[in-house]
């Protein structure tokens, strides 16, 4: 007789009974997905082509086979790669020889962190043969003669797109973890992933809407956005906040802070031990933070000027009657910090001087290159986005953030695809990504003369580019003390960009301060954390470049630099002062209030 087979100790025979229930579920959810996301696409009537990718591939193409000498060479030098990749593999297999990698992986690249990537020969040939397949059509379509320089970036970033969805890190029979997890799961793990991709689905009625966090470790105003306050004031565009000092005396002149309203303002007030708010309140500060609404149709009329008006002044004039202080210190962060400038340029043609220093937290005011967000702006785009918006009342805030995390689509799209649908995993708790997943709607008015006048036009740098209110504004006016602070892998505001926009100011002292990591992390960077480290330098040259060649690297955090800055010229304090106990401001509720918490 045979001998029964015995499976391996690691391999789990899959619950056929379990299996088959779990499908069937799977497939009538499915169906029912389907057929209201066809239904929803007839309605919306969806342009074939919105991001306007095809003239720009057909664009590429032609210029490309304009040169058919250079796309033979690249290809004679891919075919030589292959066959040497071949050769390795063939030597490693028989003859137990460590050849040097034909191309090697970023050692930073997660994507192949697993080492069957690099021990095994069948998973290292395929890693292998992706890399050189991703170099080759990255080095065609850069290196295409004759492309304008828009059309070409466009290119650049959509092919980038095309490389890191096909990578074999996102594919079940390619990815040895993937594998591996199957086998020890008995297929548990894919069909816990098919129900997450479900789930997903559902909560975005039909659109892919990635879980990045855990969702239930987080709730607003217990465990993040908890800094002790009160709302003071709201209006229909804003709820402002006063918090609760720590300390017995606090500095005369308050700050307020202009979060951007394309997400919510508590990314400045997360968990205790990385809020800059209630940093800034243990270091003697008064804080007033603008905490924006989530817009719907009701709003949309809703203009760039509405924001400085309900938003900037509505909160100094209660600012006023809460400190009897005339004069602030502001703080503007990213879009928030757009809409400073253009207000001091506005404030320095009316003669108002209320703001008494400015700081800009990753902000352009010059959008000469505004990054790879400029891949989402051109006139059809645009056009299909307005009439969305005009059609709806609002942009929806899924599409915002899905346009940001395409611009590290590895990072903030791929992994979790593996992670969540592959791997059938829950993700971890991370109050950043938390926050990332709470986004918020755009106003149609406000949001096209921002695209428009910023983006696609750049007229904030150029004097009476733009008008606020009727009046012309012109950054080179503006000459209160001013903190720029720019992160060096910043995504979304480049430094280089943010630091050209620093010089369009006019004879105001400008700190120019450039932190390590991204556009939030480099950002919400606590003393504590022991964390990524900044650099400082005096002036501010032509070119970024010499800036930084002569400037100064100072180990962790920023937070102590803008501490010195802000108080060196403002130092005077007086008794501390407790939300609503000044005549004519009235406690609304607890922070942080309740338009921080309505959901798209």
Not at 20 to 36: M, Y
Not at 318 to 336: D, M, P
Not at 442 to 466: C, D, E, K, T, V
Request: a negative charge.
């Amino acid at each position: 007789m045979t001998p029964e087979l015995t499976p391996a100790p690691d391999i789990k025979q899959p619950d056929t009974g379990a299996l088959g229930r779990g499908v069937a579920d799977i497939a009538a959810r499915s169906q029912k997905l389907v057929a209201e996301w066809l239904k929803r696409q007839a309605a919306e009537g969806v342009a074939l082509d919105p991001l306007n990718v095809g003239s720009a591939f057909t664009e590429m193409t032609a210029k490309l086979l304009a040169n058919p000498g250079a796309l033979m060479e690249a290809q004679l030098g891919l075919w030589r790669d292959y066959m040497t990749l071949w050769q390795n593999t063939a030597r490693r297999i028989w003859s137990n020889d460590e050849p040097a990698p034909v191309i090697a992986s970023d050692p930073k690249d997660k994507r192949f962190a697993d080492p069957a990537w690099k021990q095994n020969e069948i998973f290292d040939f395929i890693k292998q043969s992706y890399l050189l397949s991703a170099r080759y059509i990255n080095d065609v379509v850069t290196q295409v003669d004759g492309l304008e320089p828009k059309t070409a970036q466009k290119v650049d970033f959509y092919a980038r797109q095309f490389i890191n969805a096909l990578s074999p890190s996102n594919f079940a029979l390619t990815n040895p973890e993937v594998l591996r997890q199957t086998r020890e799961t008995g297929g548990e793990n894919l069909v816990r992933g098919l129900n997450n991709l479900l789930n997903d689905l559902e909560n975005g009625r039909g659109k892919l809407r990635i879980k990045m966090t855990d969702t239930d470790a987080f709730k607003v105003g217990e465990n993040i956005a908890a800094t002790e306050g009160k709302v003071v004031f709201q209006n229909g565009l804003m709820q402002l906040i006063q918090y609760s000092p720590t300390t017995e005396q606090v500095y005369a002149r308050p700050v307020l802070i202009l979060p951007p309203w394309i997400n919510k303002f508590y990314i400045l007030d997360l968990r205790p031990k990385n809020s800059l708010v209630r940093y800034l309140v243990s270091q003697g500060h008064t804080v007033f933070m603008v905490s924006w609404v989530n817009p719907d149709e009701g709003l949309a009329g809703k203009s760039f000027d509405d924001y400085m008006t309900e938003g900037v002044f509505a909160a100094l004039d209660i600012i006023e009657k809460a400190t009897k202080s005339r004069e602030v210190n502001a703080i503007g962060y990213c879009i928030g910090g757009t809409l400073l400038a253009s207000t001091l340029g506005y404030m320095a043609a009316v003669g108002d001087t209320r703001i008494a220093s400015a700081t800009f937290f990753v902000t352009l005011t010059d959008f000469t290159d505004a990054g790879e967000i400029g891949v989402f702006i051109d006139e059809e785009q645009l056009a299909v986005l307005e009439d969305k918006m005009q059609r709806r009342g609002y942009l929806e805030g899924t599409e915002m953030a899905a346009t940001f995390n395409m611009l590290r689509a590895n990072d903030l799209i791929w992994s979790f695809v593996v992670n969540n649908y592959l791997l059938g995993k829950e993700p971890f708790p991370f109050d950043l990504l938390y926050w990332n997943s709470d986004a918020t709607r755009m106003p149609p008015a406000m949001h096209s003369f921002y695209l428009r006048n910023m983006y696609q036009n750049n007229l904030l740098s150029q004097p009476g580019g733009i008008s606020m209110k009727g009046v012309p504004v012109d950054l080179s006016k503006v000459t209160i003390p001013l903190y720029f602070l720019s992160c060096r892998e910043d995504h979304i505001a480049p430094w280089t960009s943010t630091y050209k926009g620093a010089r369009n100011f006019g004879a105001a002292p400008v700190r120019f301060v450039l932190t390590a990591s991204g556009h939030i992390a480099g950002v919400i960077n606590p003393p504590d954390g022991g964390k990524y480290n900044h650099f400082i330098s005096d002036g501010l040259p032509a070119k970024p470049e010499d800036w930084l060649e002569g400037a100064v690297e100072i180990a962790g955090s920023w937070w102590p630099d803008w501490q010195r800055w802000a108080t060196g010229f403002a130092h005077e304090k007086v008794p501390a002062r407790v939300p609503g106990k000044a005549r004519g401001v009235k406690v609304i509720e607890d922070a942080p209030g309740s338009y921080v918490r309505v959901k798209i």
